[in-house]
Every structure is written in C-alpha cells, then in structure tokens.
C-alpha cells in the first residue's frame, strides 16, 4: 500500500474558495498536519464532488460540506454519500444553524457554525483523525450467565433503568443487562451520554430535537426530560452540535 493509501483524505465543498483557504490553513498551520499529514481535495460544485465519487471512484474519510453551495444543497449530497458509504464523517461547516436537524437525520459526525470554525473545526478533527488512524470502535460487552454481546456505542440510542436491569436501546432491537445504569455509564464515553431524568440516559448522536419537556430521538421516540435535566441536557446538545 503506497504512502498516500495510507494518509487521511479529506473532501471540501464550498463555492467560496476563500473559504476553502481559510480551512485548508487553519489545517496545516496546526500540530494535526504534522502528525497525521491529511491530504485535501477541494470542491467548489456539488456536482463535481458527486461525479469523483461515483464517476471516477473517489475515496475520503472525512467530507466537510457547506449546506447551501450554490443553487445546490448539501444536505441531499450528504445522504448520497451516506447511502454509498456508512462509515464516512460527514462535518457540516456552514452558518445556516437551521438546518442541523436535517444534518444528524444523515448521521452527519459534526455541525459547526463558520463564525467558530477555527476554534471548533480543529478540536473535531483531532478526536476524529485519532480514532481513524487507531481504527478502534468503542464498544459496549454485555456478558450475562447465558449469553455475551458486543454493542457498538454508537448504535445506543438511549439507556433507562428498570428494577435490577440496565436496558439497550439500539438500532436494531432491545438489550439488556442486570447492572445498574450508573456502572454501565461509567464504562461509556460519559461526555456522549446525558441523563435526561432519573434513571434514563440519552445517546447525543441520536439527539434530534427538544420540544419543551420532549426529546426526540433519531428513530422517531419521544422521551420526557425532568424540569432538572432539561437546562443541562440543552447546554450538551448545543456543545454538540457546535452552537457554542
């Protein structure tokens, strides 16, 4: 495998190439270029970017898309890439906030305001170039008298707890395990998990929406957050999707 199979590549897409400059310095002008040396592709069409995929079998890890380019949208693009690749980061970079809740319904990795580009996009690339290179999946082992399973973290969408048992909710289907939820949180990525009330815990990754005391979750649930939970469950979800 040559040098550059072995690099991170990164897909651009912007009609504003003094942007496009401005993402590509603030890259290289920090530590992440010397240490992982990310190769960059810049697109200023959505069709251009569509066309090296499909056409001409380009690969990237990592897509930083502008949601309106243009007369185009880079939503749409966004679930094309998804649909051909399930493991690609997608990271909006855009000053149309309105539009996040779209964003995550593409499973998009991050959302990120452009007026706080500089500070956020690099803090995201960092965990994000670290966990392709390790190629780790964090991962969740339930291992019962009578049965073991593996659970990807994020394909946890929320955690509650029921008399003795911690239960799963997934992306496919129900688990769970007698432990208290508290123990299995503490094996999670605890930044990741929010407790929404006593005894139930939401996945942000799959964070859709809050309507007052209701949070919607990514496969259509709706779940109650206390009057206690709810300022802090906020505050997360806006760190987490880039709105401070």
Known sequence: MGENAQRIRIAILDDDVTMIDRIKKTIVKSELMQ?????????????????DIEDKSEYFQIYLLDIQV????????????????????????????EYSIEGYEC?????????????????????????????TVKTYFIDGQYSMEKIEEKDIIYLYKEG?????SKECGMSRERKA????????????????????????EHVMSIHNLEVIMRN???????????????EKVRSYWGMK
Not at 35 to 51: A, D, G
């Open 164 to 168: 003795k048992y911690t239960y799963f």
């Open 107 to 135: 499973s998009a990795y991050r959302y990120i305001l452009k007026s706080q580009f500089e500070e956020k996009l690099l803090e995201t690339l960092s965990g994000l170039f670290e966990k392709l290179k390790s190629g």
């Open 181 to 204: 939820m508290s123990e299995v949180l503490d094996s999670l990525t605890r930044d990741q998990f929010v407790l929404i009330e006593k005894g139930c815990a939401v996945n942000l």
């Open 70 to 97: 243009g007369q185009d949208n880079g939503l749409e693009l966004a679930k094309y890439i998804r649909d051909r690749d399930a493991e690609a980061a997608i990271i909006f970079l855009t000053s149309y906030m």
């Open 35 to 51: 240490k992982y040396q990310p190769i960059f592709v810049s697109y200023v069409t959505v069709n251009e970017l569509r066309w």
């Open 220 to 234: 259509g649930e709706k779940l109650f957050c206390s009057r206690k939970q709810i300022g802090i469950l906020k």
